[in-house]
Each structure stands twice: as structure tokens, then as C-alpha cells.
């Protein structure tokens, strides 16, 4: 089993910036893909980024160049840094951990971008 825990959410003015961050705790060791996710109201539920446990980043085609995904293995812990914030990336976002076997999801965190 592994836990996740999502934090630093909230409420920013467009143009803002938020990290995510992402505990794991559990069989961390059996983890070698976290990544990020988000579902907008009315939407379904899109990637945003992965990052290996080799540190190897994929990102959706649209979150390229605002949003950057990094992982402290030695905290088990995975971020999404945000940049350059807009309306349109208010959402729930979720962190997700794949083994081999399965995956998990975070319980989301809400980010709403709004002056």
C-alpha cells in the first residue's frame, strides 16, 4: 500500500505561482512513477506531468514551459512547481505513484487561480 498526501493548494491571482507537494509513505520502495494530475469542474481528469525514479520528466503538450514536475527520493516527496498562473488551471489536483502492480491517488488538493 502506499499513502500519498498532497499540500500546498490554494487560492492565487493569475499570473501567480504555487508549488505542489506530494508525501508518499508506505512501500515507497515499490514506487517508480509519480506524477500529476488535474480535473477541472466539468472536465475530465488530465495528466499534467510524470517523473521517474531516474528523474526522467514527460509532460502534457499543454503544460509545457509553465509547469515543472521534480522528485526528492530521499523524502519521497514529488512537486509541481506553477508559474505564470491562469484561470483556466483552476482545478483539483491529484498526485498518483505507479508500481508495478498498481497505482494510487492522493486525495487532491484544490488550486483555484482567481484576482
Known amino acids: 500500500q502506499v499513502q500519498l498526501v498532497e499540500s500546498g493548494g490554494g487560492l492565487v491571482q493569475p499570473g501567480g505561482s504555487l508549488r505542489l507537494s506530494c508525501a508518499a509513505s508506505g512501500s515507497i520502495s515499490s514506487i517508480y512513477v509519480m506524477g500529476w494530475y488535474r480535473q477541472a469542474p466539468g472536465k475530465q481528469r488530465e495528466l499534467v506531468a510524470t517523473?521517474?525514479?531516474?528523474?526522467?520528466?514527460n509532460y502534457a503538450d499543454s503544460m509545457k514551459g509553465r509547469f515543472t514536475i521534480s522528485r526528492d527520493n530521499a523524502k519521497n516527496t514529488v512537486y509541481l512547481q506553477m508559474i505564470s498562473l491562469k484561470s483556466e488551471d483552476t482545478a483539483v489536483y491529484y498526485c498518483?505513484?505507479?508500481?508495478?502492480?498498481?497505482?494510487?491517488w492522493g486525495q487532491g488538493i484544490q488550486v483555484t487561480v482567481s484576482s
Open positions: 517523473v521517474t525514479s531516474g528523474f526522467s520528466t
Open positions: 498518483r505513484a505507479f508500481t508495478t502492480r498498481l497505482s494510487y
